[in-house]
């Protein structure tokens, strides 16, 4: 009014403004008056902290893009990958990743709560299916948000941390681990033993990936999955279902209910043992 009335300008009054029982209009006449009396700098100080909050999301973001581009891996309109390595050594800039790789994806991170985010956080490795059609996939090594039903390569996979001691359950069944003083030959193929010390963790399990290759127990030289899947006559259908045991380093060590690998062998030397039992169609 001040402005219109120094320059000689008309102006109209909304009378909106004045009305209380909207929440802005309480803000303005009541709350602010209220809190000068308290305060009389009180409008200065929240101008300064409104500035002072710009110029830090400023330097937040510039921060925030160089690690988006030192973590981007791969991206297409339905899959945004990160490095792994390292990311969630900070929970600020892990959950700003994720929000903006979301919000890319899906044009909003509308219809996503602060738990479903937490959820990923928390949970560390596997596979999380959050609003909105969107999945994430952290394997240790690569972090990818994308939508489901759109990216073909991970439409059938999963992968999770192996509890140890304790049950993983995993689509189809469970993973039982504990240590154990004694060795004994396994009653069949769905249980296995391993020299823990030799191991590299964390382990995790998961179906098969293409191009997967292992040493079978007792041999020199690699094999490929599939052809090992193909000789013990497991039906095509039934191959991508099969879990599979890796370590720290990404290397098959043991393809439940299958056969295990040549990796981390018990042996007269061995202190600690990791006895590891596949059981079908139960869950803990």
């Known amino acids: ?62 921060l925030l893009e160089k690690e988006y581009r030192s973590k981007l891996l791969l991206k297409s309109e339905d899959k945004i990958c990160f490095d792994s390595r390292g990311l969630r050594s900070n929970k600020f800039i892990f959950l700003e990743l994720l929000r903006r790789a979301i919000e890319e994806l899906c ?14 956080w928390e949970n560390a490795f596997g596979v999380f299916d959050l609003p909105k059609g969107i999945r994430v996939k952290d394997d240790g090594k690569s ?9 073909k390569d991970y439409k059938e996979e999963w992968l999770f941390e192996l509890k140890i001691p304790g049950i993983t359950n995993i689509p189809g069944g469970m993973i039982k681990s504990d240590y154990v003083s004694h060795f004994r030959l396994p009653e069949n193929e769905n249980e296995a ?25 007792g041999m020199k030289g690699v094999k490929k999955l599939k052809k090992l899947l193909m000789e013990a006559s497991i039906p095509r259908e039934e191959r991508g279902k099969i879990p599979i045991v890796v370590d720290g380093e990404g290397d ?22 990791l006895h590891l039992v596949y059981i079908r169609g139960e869950s803990g």
Do not use: Q
């Not at 029982?21 to 929240?46: A, D």
């Not at 044009?107 to 959820?119: C, N």
């Not at 972090?143 to 990216?151: D, E, K, N, T």
């Open 1 to 62: 009014e001040e402005y219109a009335l120094e320059k000689g300008l008309s102006y109209r009054v909304d009378l909106t403004n004045y009305d209380t029982h909207y929440f802005r209009n309480k803000v303005r006449h009541l709350l602010f008056p209220l809190l000068e009396e308290y305060s009389p700098s009180f409008k200065e100080g929240l101008l300064r902290l409104s500035e002072l909050m710009w110029i830090e999301r400023d330097f937040i973001e510039v």
């Open 107 to 120: 044009g909003s991170t509308y219809g996503f709560s602060k738990e479903d985010l937490d959820r990923v």
């Open 143 to 151: 972090f990818c948000v994308f939508l489901r039903g759109r990216s």
């Open 193 to 217: 033993f391993f020299d823990a010390e030799k191991l590299r963790y964390p382990l995790f399990v998961r179906n098969r990936r293409e191009g997967d290759r292992f040493t079978p127990l």
């Open 252 to 273: 098959i060590i043991w393809i439940a209910g299958v056969r295990r690998a040549d990796k981390a062998k018990v042996d007269e030397n061995t202190r600690k043992i």
